[in-house]
């Protein structure tokens, strides 16, 4: 962010960025030799342009009130209640938080918000990598590859979702692919060594985004590091590995923390999996195999548990907290931070 | 490096691409071929069709109200859409091109509010709607976006800080007032960023399962996400995905064309939420 935070002393005209300094320039010549009437007036008009910024941001302001904070410190005080909707909420101190830690759902939840994470991010990252390296450079053909690899990412993750149940389906033409090679199709959906694998699957098909940012991140690569690594005599491997990977690796960082916090709120996908609801409870079918942090805290919803929901909430939210801050603490460990010298 | 050495390098890049290209499109092919298949055919798993029966097309909008759906989706798109700009384009130009004290520190908090997860939010706000009698309407999917969110802010300003800001401190200094150097001067100028973020909010809100599957509930009240993932379910247990193909492909296709039609303001978009960031 490019802004300066004003100093209080400062008057409004030698804030901020951009332009400013051409303004000021005039300003401060004339600034001495200002008469008090025009100093009246010059109060005025900053009152007036208070005022309009004030009426510009109301829309959020408002919206910030009323459905943000004010949610944020209902649900806050709800996780050390017992409530339903349309009933008083019951003081029970940190007994949420408690059962909680000790319910095996939770556990369950986490774990495989985990492995989605751990497995499904790298192959992810790795293959939008790869087909942003071989699009960078310019080439005929190339915006029809990259169409075809993002159009996926437009797609809905309950079409995805539907498409992918039926292409694995017992009988779907994936399992008709595996047949050809001789192989047994796994049971998707119903073996829970295989319903994870085909999450991950169904989100590295959505992968365009990530491609489309790595690739604006290789294009801002000067061609001259690589030119001064092959005069190095560096082979295709050693560039990527010594030029490529740590002038992206700024944005591969933005790319996982999003990324983690995305797969904390991963959802849709693995509602349509698991065949959303059985017997009006949210399932994540196979033996809980899809069943993540969101799912079970809509479980917990529906069932009318709103402190207990509340409480998982919050604890997501420290999750998500606790995983941004210590990576940007750790940052300077993951990225390559020359070009910030540079600059 | 030698000639015929370099031109394997070249014949082995394009085989990857073409590979991954046949990978990425295969399941848009089966997605429309299931979705021509005959019903009897799709229930045995035929993986090529003997016939193409377009009439499955037709068979969805008898099994549900998919007309119905396709009405309510389009008006809390538009709905969306229009309060997602009208509220956000005078946030992003106070945090763009007026100088006030303090920019700086709300800016970052209207940032910080895109790092809460819904799950905080959707609770409470479930309770407020609910008292104010709006579930199963579409009021509590479209009201908010009449207030601003960060995301389209953020990306608004980022548009708004690459207009020249001379056109604007000239104005200024003719005696223009700040709401007509914004209608009349940065919006005309930022239309492609303008549109950039309609289209991404169409987007969103088209594709919304979430919150239209907790706050609807009458069939006739769906919208196109929730009636899918209903469809599917129900088609599943009778073998009938053929039906939800074909209700996949008149969910999705809108999106392509669009995505066809404004490919540059897309990729442009998601661009700058990821490197400038």
Redesign the interface.
């Known amino acids: ?1 490019a ?4 100093h ?1 002393g400062a008057s ?2 030698l ?2 960025d ?3 300094r051409h ?1 000021s320039v005039a300003i401060g010549a004339s600034a001495r030799s200002v008469p008090p009437e025009r100093l009246r007036a010059k109060r005025r008009a900053d009152r007036k ?2 005022l ?2 004030l ?3 109301s ?2 302001i ?3 009130l ?3 904070l ?3 410190l ?2 806050f005080y ?1 996780s050390f209640t017992v409530k339903r ?1 349309g009933s008083p909420a019951r003081w029970v101190g940190l007994a949420n938080y408690e059962l909680l830690f000790t319910n095996d759902d939770l556990l369950t939840a986490l774990g495989n918000t985990a492995y989605l994470a751990i497995f499904g991010m790298p192959v992810r990252i790795g ?1 939008a990598l ?2 942003a390296a ?2 960078v450079r310019k080439r005929r053909g190339n915006g ?2 990259r ?6 990412s ?14 694995l ?5 994936l399992s ?1 692919l595996f047949g050809l090679f001789g192989a047994d199709a796994p049971l998707w959906f119903r073996d829970p060594q295989w319903a994870k694998p085909a999450l991950i699957m169904v989100t590295t ?1 959505a992968l365009g ?1 990530l491609m ?2 790595l ?3 290789l294009v ?1 690569i000067p061609r001259s590091l690589y030119e001064a690594a092959e005069l190095d005599g560096a082979g ?1 491997w050693a560039k990527f590995r010594h030029v490529t990977l740590p002038m992206i690796s700024p ?1 591969i960082f ?2 996982v923390l999003t990324g983690l ?1 995305g797969v ?2 991963s ?2 996908q693995a ?2 999996f698991s ?2 609801v059985r017997e009006g409870r949210l399932t994540g079918e196979p033996g809980g195999s899809l069943l993540t ?2 799912m079970l ?2 479980r917990l ?1 529906q069932d009318g548990r ?1 402190g207990f ?2 409480a ?3 604890v ?2 420290l999750i ?2 606790v995983i ?1 801050m210590v990576m940007l603490a750790t940052r300077r460990k993951w990225v390559h931070t020359a070009t910030e010298e540079w600059a | 490096m030698s000639r015929s050495r370099r031109i394997l ?1 070249v014949v082995g ?1 394009h085989s ?2 073409i590979g ?2 046949i990978i ?2 295969l ?2 092919f ?2 429309l071929l ?1 979705s021509v298949t005959p019903i009897e055919e799709a229930k ?2 035929v ?1 090529w069709p003997s016939t193409f029966d377009f009439g499955n097309y037709g068979e969805v909008f008898d099994r549900v109200p998919l007309a119905r759906y396709i009405r309510n989706t389009l008006l809390v798109c538009t709905l969306v859409v229009t309060g997602t700009i ?3 384009v ?2 992003a ?2 945090f763009s091109h ?13 940032l910080s ?1 895109m ?14 709607f ?1 008292n104010l009698g709006w579930l199963n309407t579409v009021l509590p999917l479209v009201v ?1 976006s ?4 960060a995301f389209s ?1 953020f990306l608004l300003r980022q548009f708004f ?1 690459t207009l020249p ?2 056109t604007i ?1 000239a104005a200024r200094a003719d005696g223009a ?3 007509q150097i ?1 209608t009349r001067i940065v919006v005309p100028l930022a239309k492609p960023g303008i549109m950039a973020v309609a289209i991404f909010q169409f ?1 969103f809100a ?2 919304d ?2 919150g239209p599957n ?1 706050y609807l509930s009458d069939e006739a009240n769906l919208t196109l ?1 929730v009636g ?2 209903r469809l ?2 129900a088609a ?1 247990r009778l073998g009938e ?1 053929n039906l ?2 074909a209700a ?1 492909v008149i ?2 296709m809108p ?2 064309v669009i ?1 066809f039609f404004a ?1 540059k303001i897309f ?1 442009e978009g ?2 700058l ?3 400038k ?1």
Do not use: H
């Open positions: 962010m802004d300066t935070v004003a209080p409004t005209e804030e901020g951009r332009g400013a303004v342009r208070r309009t910024v009426v510009l941001l829309p959020w408002i919206g910030f009323v459905f943000t004010y949610p944020i209902n649900s709800w909707y293959i790869l087909a071989l699009l029809v590859y169409t075809m690899f993002y159009v996926p437009i797609v809905p993750a309950v079409a995805s979702g539907a498409l992918f149940f039926f292409l389906k017992e009988g779907g033409p008709g098909w985004d489309l940012i690739l604006a991140g801002d295709r944005v933005f790319i916090i904390l709120q959802f849709d509602y349509v065949q959303g942090y969101a805290q809509l919803f709103i929901a509340s998982m909430a919050w997501m939210f998500t907290f941004t | 390098g890049q990857v691409l991954l290209a990425f499109a399941p848009f089966f997605m299931q045995t798993s993986l009208v509220s956000c005078p946030v130009y106070a007026m100088r006030w004290r303090g920019r700086g520190v709300v800016f970052v908090l209207v509010t790092m809460l997860p819904f799950q905080v939010l959707f609770v409470s706000q479930y309770e407020i609910s908010p009449f207030f601003a969110n802010i800080l800001t001379e401190d007032s700040e709401f914004l987007l088209w594709s399962f979430f907790i996400a899918l993932v599917n379910t599943a995905s939800t193909m996949s969910f999705v999106l392509v995505f490919q990729i998601v661009t939420t990821g490197t960031g």
